[in-house]
């Protein structure tokens, strides 16, 4: 058996499919598919393309919504729940002011309960609030792409969506970029059937890490949380990012599905819910 690889712009820089132990001709064209259906997703949530429909949502701020970006925005408003508004997807306006170096204000009149779901309708219920879901919809899409080789009868492939992995079948080791030498790995770790999100200060930020792009961090450069879906170790991933140390403790114990490794400014390693035994299996294999 072959393996069948394909690698195509998305989420603004590459989509990677693997497909491990299967005939490239038919598996070729599958991972094709995929990717057709990985760009049909990335329509209804692209933060920077204006006929998106979460642009359309922001423009008209009343809109009836597809059934997967409802279901995206009411997962990140459990988020915002569970983070007490810390992790908060209405705050896409702050965002733009980030990346553009520009100063926003400290304090602001809106937040994730200003966002009102009717059935498939939601409501922007602030004049000046936009929704980004950059923390979560990547995984989602991810998640539905690596659903669909599934149904067509792959069982062995990695889904890399920006650094954000699907690894289902076969196990794979996976490197995790030490946050402040991007020529470095921090750690190696081998798992299977699991997606691993990592969010960290160092992927965009604005001459100095602490104005990144992920707001109102604490005192983490780096998070990675291995979850069943990518959809949710990419909330989480952000979610503990923003927390204070005993928040996020505690948001760990209460899951103990999620394993995860956190990295603070001082570049001290925490290990959760096993996370350190998969760390091991692959050192002592070296």
């Known amino acids: 058996m072959e393996h069948s690889q394909l690698s195509k712009p998305l989420f603004g820089k590459e989509l990677k499919l693997i497909a491990f132990n299967a005939p490239e001709l038919i598996t070729q064209e599958i991972l094709e598919e995929a990717y057709l259906l990985g760009l049909k997703l990335q329509k209804i949530f692209n933060f920077y393309d204006k006929e998106s429909e979460l642009s359309l949502l922001n423009k ?154 992920i707001l109102n961090q604490k005192d983490l450069c780096s998070v990675t949380v291995i979850a069943p879906t990518l959809t949710e170790a990419d909330a989480f991933s952000t979610s503990l990012f923003v927390l204070s140390i005993k928040e996020r403790e505690e948001l760990i114990a209460k899951n103990p599905q999620i394993k995860v490794l956190t990295i603070d400014i001082k570049l001290n390693q925490k290990h959760y819910n096993c996370f350190s035994q998969l760390i091991r299996e692959v050192n002592n294999e070296n």
């Open 60 to 213: 008209n701020r009343s809109l009836k919504v597809s059934p997967d970006l409802l279901f995206v925005i009411k997962k990140a408003i459990e988020f915002s729940k569970l983070t007490k508004g810390r992790y908060d997807i209405s705050l896409g306006k702050q965002f733009l002011q980030r990346k553009a170096n520009q100063q926003s204000i400290a304090l602001f009149p809106y937040s994730y309960k200003d966002i009102q779901i009717i059935k498939n309708k939601i409501s922007l219920n602030h004049p000046e609030m936009i929704l980004d879901l950059g923390s979560i919809a990547k995984g989602y899409i991810a998640d539905k792409i690596a659903d669909f080789l599934k149904e067509k009868g792959l069982s062995s492939f990695l889904v890399d969506a920006r650094g954000d992995i699907i690894i289902s079948g076969e196990p794979q080791k996976v490197n995790i970029q030490h946050p402040r030498d991007k020529e470095k790995s921090i750690s190696s770790i081998e798992v299977k059937d699991s997606c691993i999100a990592t969010s960290g200060d160092y992927y965009q930020y604005s001459k100095y890490f602490e104005n990144s792009h």
